[in-house]
């Protein structure tokens, strides 16, 4: 059974009168998932989460993702295929790969990442900013 969570359903959740960007985090790990969701909740980013790359592709053709963050290591082995998906939007969608594999390994199975690879562990601040740095371009 494949497992979706969106974890902010309301369009504005600042109160500020914009919709918040919409960011969908592929993580099968909760821990890893639940600290990106509060990390990007508090820079005002709505989440959807999805455990698996099937799951991913799935969210991602009903709904408007701004962003993705994608773990390598998923339990379906669908990282390649949200990979395939992200590199064709990638002159429209902002993302980023996490990954405990080493940047070069990860190359090496995945395909060059272009400046969209974050190692684990990491700082999920210092993951938000990088994503609010690709947004604002």
């Known amino acids: 059974m494949s497992e979706l969570v ?6 504005d959740p600042s109160g500020a009168g914009v919709a918040a960007r919409v960011v ?3 993580e ?5 998932a639940r ?4 990390a990007m909740r508090s820079a005002g980013f709505e989440v ?4 698996t790359g099937a799951d991913a592709l799935a969210r991602a053709s009903g709904a408007k993702i701004d962003a993705v963050v994608l773990d390598l290591g998923l339990p379906d082995g669908g990282a390649g295929n949200v ?4 590199r064709a939007k990638n002159d429209r969608m902002p993302w980023l790969v996490i990954s405990a594999l080493d940047q070069h390994e990860a190359a090496r199975q995945y395909g060059q990442f272009d400046g969209h690879f974050v190692a684990k562990p990491f700082d999920p601040w210092m993951l938000v900013r990088r994503l609010e740095d690709q947004l604002s371009r």
């Open 24 to 26: 969908l985090v592929v």
């Open 83 to 86: 990979l395939t998906w992200l």
């Open 28 to 32: 099968d790990d909760r821990a890893v």
């Open 48 to 51: 959807i989460e999805a455990r």
């Open 6 to 11: 969106a974890s902010q359903s309301d369009d």
């Open 35 to 38: 600290m990106l969701r509060i």
